[in-house]
C-alpha cells in the first residue's frame, strides 16, 4: 500500500480545513450524530465480527464492545463537540509595540493529527469530531481487535462528508496492519503530531520509534487513600465506584490505601467490592483483618508487583500505611500520574493531596472514574495525557490546536 499518497492527500486536505466555516463544521458535525444512531444496526453486525476474535475474559473485550446505548452515547458526544465553542481563532494575547507593530497570538489547528489506538472503536469517531472541529485532518491507525467496527464507524463520517461535499481526505483510516503503525511512525513532514491511546506497551512502542512529536495517553495506575478522618459511607461509595463501574478503562482504581488508624473499618469499607465480585491483593497487615470477612476465593496475598499494575479488571490491591505522608510516598513510587484521590475530612491533608500529589487529575471526596473528556465538560476526547508538555489530563478542544504570531505593521523594518 501506498502510505506516502495517503500522507501528502492528508497534508494537502488541511486547506480544505481552514476553508470550513464554523456554521458548517457544525452542520456536519451534528449529521454525523444522526447518522451514527441511524446507521447503529451495521456498526453493531460489524462489532460482532470483531467480538467473535477475542476471548470475552480478555481485559479489552469490554473496550471493544458496542451496544445501541454505546453507539447513542458516541452520538451525544459528538452532540456535545457541536455544542462547544470553537477555540480557532482566539486572541490569546494583542499588544502594540513602541514601533506600532501589532502584534496578536491567536490560536491555530496543529495540522494533521495521528492517532495510534487499540481495541476502542469509540474513538474513531471521538477523534474525528474533535479534530474535525478544530480544524485538524485526522489520520487513524486502529487495531486489528476492532477492524471492522473502526471500518464501519468510518463508512458512516465518509457517507456524510460526501453528502456535503467535503474531501474524503480529512479522515484517513489506515489498514489495521503493523506495517501501516510503523509507516505513520515514520511520516515525518506529514503528520505534525501522533497520539497513542492503549496499552503501556504501545505507548513505549511509539515514544520509542516515532520520528513525529509525541503526546502520550498514559496508562492509569490509579490509587484512593483512605485517610484517618475519611468518612466511612463517602468511602465505601467512592471505592466501590471507582474500581467497578467499568474496569477496563484508564481511570478505574487499582490500588486502596488505608490509614493504620481505621484498620477497625477495613471490612465495611470494603464490604461493597464482594458484591461486586473484585479479587483483592492485600498486604499483610490487610489479609489478616479481611480474612474472616471477605470471600476467601476473592483474597489473595499481595506481592510487589501487585503495587505498580494497571489491573483493567475486576482485581484491586490493598495496602495499609502508616500515615498520611506514607501515601504520599506509596503514590509517589507507583503513580502512572493519571488520577489519584483522597478521602479524608482533615482540610490540611486535603489541600497538601492536592498540591503535593504529581498527577494529571487530583481528588478530593471524588471517585477517579470522572477522568474523562466528557465528564471534565470537553465534550468528547482525544486522550489522557500523562505528560506535562502542551498538553495534560483530557484532552479536548484546546489541546488540539497550537497557536501563531500574527503581525500586522505599516511599513516599519528593523535597524
Not at 491555530?108 to 495510534?116: A, K, N, S
Not at 503514590?331 to 498540591?355: G, P, Q, T
Request: proline letters at 3%; hydrophobic letters at 40%.
Amino acid at each position: 500500500m501506498n502510505y506516502k499518497q495517503h500522507f501528502e492527500k492528508a497534508k494537502q486536505a488541511t486547506r480544505t480545513m481552514i476553508s470550513l466555516s464554523k456554521e458548517k463544521t457544525n452542520k456536519v458535525l451534528a449529521d454525523l450524530a444522526e447518522a451514527l444512531v441511524l446507521h447503529a444496526p451495521e456498526i453493531l453486525a460489524e462489532n460482532k465480527k470483531d467480538l467473535a476474535k477475542m476471548p470475552i475474559d480478555d481485559p479489552k473485550y469490554d473496550r471493544l464492545k458496542l451496544s445501541e446505548q454505546r453507539i447513542t452515547d458516541i452520538a451525544n458526544d459528538v452532540k456535545n463537540v457541536v455544542n462547544l465553542a470553537s477555540p480557532l481563532g482566539e486572541i490569546l494575547s494583542d499588544k502594540i509595540l513602541e514601533n506600532k507593530l501589532q502584534i496578536q497570538k491567536v490560536r491555530v489547528p496543529l495540522g494533521v493529527v495521528g492517532v495510534i489506538y487499540e481495541a476502542r472503536p469509540n474513538v474513531t469517531a471521538d477523534v474525528f469530531s474533535l479534530c474535525f472541529k478544530t480544524g485538524n485532518v485526522a489520520v487513524l491507525k486502529g487495531g486489528s481487535d476492532a477492524e471492522f467496527s473502526n471500518l464501519a464507524i468510518a463508512k458512516v463520517i465518509r457517507g456524510v462528508l460526501a453528502r456535503h461535499e467535503i474531501s474524503p481526505d480529512i479522515l484517513t483510516l489506515l489498514p489495521a496492519e503493523r506495517t501501516a503503525t510503523e509507516a505513520l511512525l515514520n511520516a515525518r513532514g506529514f503528520v505534525d503530531v501522533l497520539i497513542p491511546r492503549g496499552s503501556q506497551s504501545l505507548i513505549n512502542h511509539v515514544r520509542e520509534n516515532s520520528k513525529i512529536p509525541v503526546i502520550e495517553t498514559g496508562a492509569g495506575i490509579v490509587h484512593t487513600y483512605f485517610d484517618e478522618s475519611g468518612d466511612l459511607e463517602k468511602g465505601k461509595a467512592i471505592i466501590f465506584n471507582a474500581k467497578t463501574r467499568r474496569v477496563s478503562v484508564c481511570n478505574s482504581l487499582d490500588c486502596v490505601l488505608i490509614n493504620q488508624n481505621r484498620l477497625a473499618d477495613l471490612p465495611e469499607l470494603l464490604s461493597p467490592l464482594a458484591d461486586g465480585k473484585v479479587e483483592l491483593f492485600a498486604d499483610e497487615k490487610s489479609y489478616r483483618i479481611l480474612k474472616s470477612s471477605y470471600p476467601v476465593e476473592l483474597l489473595n496475598h499481595a506481592t510487589e508487583v501487585h503495587f505498580g499494575t494497571e489491573f483493567l479488571s475486576l482485581k484491586l490491591a490493598v495496602k495499609i500505611v502508616d500515615d498520611f505522608n506514607a501515601a504520599l510516598n506509596h503514590i509517589s513510587d507507583y503513580s502512572s500520574k493519571h488520577s489519584e484521590a483522597i478521602i479524608s475530612e482533615d482540610a490540611e491533608n486535603i489541600n497538601r493531596f492536592l498540591n503535593e500529589v504529581d498527577a494529571a487529575a487530583v481528588y478530593a471526596n471524588a471517585s477517579t472514574g470522572f477522568t474523562d473528556g466528557a465528564q471534565f465538560g470537553l465534550g468528547a476526547e482525544i486522550g489522557i495525557s500523562t505528560q506535562k508538555l502542551h498538553a495534560r489530563g483530557p484532552m479536548g478542544l484546546e489541546e488540539l490546536t497550537s497557536y501563531k504570531w500574527v503581525v500586522r505593521g505599516e511599513g516599519q523594518v528593523r535597524r
